[in-house]
């Protein structure tokens, strides 16, 4: 069974930073795109920053241009998101996603992580 484990969030105040981690663990054969998306409280969902497997595309919400940095490291399975300048409205539950393709059953699958908060003070 494939799995996602994010660390990394905690409480920060305005204009720190956070590094999230997310680590896939599992029968894994190859992970395709990777990303990290977020939830505010009384929001939907939306994409924060994803990267292809080879780093080849990689893309940002238009609110974090220029403070988040998305990385991968595909020896460990591991994608990270480094979070300059953080401001309040980061504050939400960050999620990481991602496309595998596991020994059993051989076919992509989306997998999603359990959250971990960011909470970001003014």
């Known amino acids: 069974q494939v799995q996602l484990v994010e660390s990394g969030g905690g409480l920060v105040q305005a204009g720190g930073s956070l590094r999230l981690s997310c680590a896939a663990s599992g029968s894994i054969i190859s992970i395709d795109f990777m990303g990290w998306y977020r939830q505010a409280p009384g929001k939907e969902r939306e994409l924060v920053a994803a990267i292809t497997s080879v780093g080849s595309s990689i893309n940002y919400a238009d609110s974090v241009k220029g403070r988040f940095t998305i990385s991968r490291d595909n020896a460990k399975n591991t994608v990270y998101l480094q979070m300059n300048s953080l401001k309040p409205e980061d504050t939400a539950v960050y999620y990481c996603?991602?496309?595998?393709?596991?020994?059993?059953?051989?076919?992509?699958?989306?997998?999603w992580g359990q959250g971990t908060l960011v909470t970001v003070s003014s």
């Open positions: 996603n991602a496309r595998v393709l596991p020994y059993s059953p051989r076919r992509y699958l989306e997998v």
